[in-house]
């Protein structure tokens, strides 16, 4: 993949991914902010749910947008976004000003996730899609994991003047030059759907789309897939207390082994698929994560559990840009947006699955948790031996 990539494309794909991991900002954002302004739970969880609900709202709407003005004019929209939501907590530090902040990186998260995969069909061949895409995510992972140090450093060594907000202007700079580089990079132009229906119509078209088993079925593993992801982050801490009757900082490690364990498996994929049939690993990978879940229903050895834990880091990283890579390369060019648009839309499995998540772990103690995330898992490994690589659908 990296032999038939120029330098400077390379670079630029890189900086966009990195846009990508702005929004685990508000994880730790979350926790300063209810400390610094006093907030109740209540009120500090509104912050995450105002980037979730926009994957349910606008990912149709922006694959609508992308159609009339292009997909790489779009990656560029969703970026200088994400820069207005970086900027507002520098010029206004209030909660309102934040709940704004959180809305505009939602907007620009969603957004890029509807237009930056699409955009990289454009300049990638179809055979180093998926390797492009898991790097990708390597490069995502690196933002995602250096938010909390870079805001948890300048809580305890700026505190007083921009305290966590000190990774904002980090941020900031990474962003202009990745919107800079892509403005100087060419990007071939695709293949424009027609624009002459009316909005109802092209709404219609692009549900239309989940007619097609091949749509349906990777839209639910989209949503397993992401459900698992953000519920393995909430769960494993949880599951180790009880299990292990460790402290919550203590167990908190388990979260760190998680991202820690995605951001090496993310880095050697694009390398492993060099070699190996993107199929057979997806199914391996998938096959670590159904062993470790099940493994984690009784086990309470912190060991096997941390192990387990890392086993649906590793595995996990590499199931979406597998089967996002080979579902798009079967439409055809102009249904591409809409297609991503669905895919983006998914991802509200990251809020679904949490709250039936915590709803089974009332009922069943981390036990539940851990069994809804088996079902997802267990879907998504059926999906994997019913995936077609290498052949178009249409």
Known sequence: MMKIIAPGLLVTLILCYFTEGFVDIVGIATNMVQQDMAQNQTRASLMPSLVFIWFLLISVPSGLVMDRIGRKRMVQISILIGLIALLLPLLGYSFPVILLAMSLMGISHVALQVSLKPMITN????????????????????????????????????????????????????????????SLTPVPQEQRPDNRAGLGRRFADCFSLLHNPLVALTFIAVLCHVGINVGMNITAPKLLMERCEWTLARAA???????????????CTPFILSVIDKKKYLIFCLSLMVTALLLMLSVKTPAVLFCAIGMIGFGGVNVYPIIFSEAILSMEDSRRNAFSS?????????????TLMGMAGDRMGQRGAVLLMGIGAAYLLGYGLWMKTGKAVR
Do not use: E
């Not at 760190?256 to 090496?264: A, D, E, K, N, V």
């Open 253 to 267: 490690k388990a979260s760190s082994l998680y991202f820690l364990m995605r951001t090496i498996s993310s880095f």
């Open 342 to 354: 669905l895919m983006a839309m998914a991802f509200v499995g990251g809020a679904l699955f949490p």
């Open 123 to 182: 300049v990638v061949p179809g055979n180093d899609l998926a390797g492009m895409m898991s790097f990708g995510q390597f490069a995502k992972a690196i933002i995602s994991f250096s938010a909390p140090l870079l805001a948890g450093w300048g809580a305890i060594h700026m505190a007083g003047s921009l305290g966590w907000r000190a990774v904002l202007p980090v941020f900031l700079l990474i962003g202009t030059c990745a919107l800079l580089a892509l």
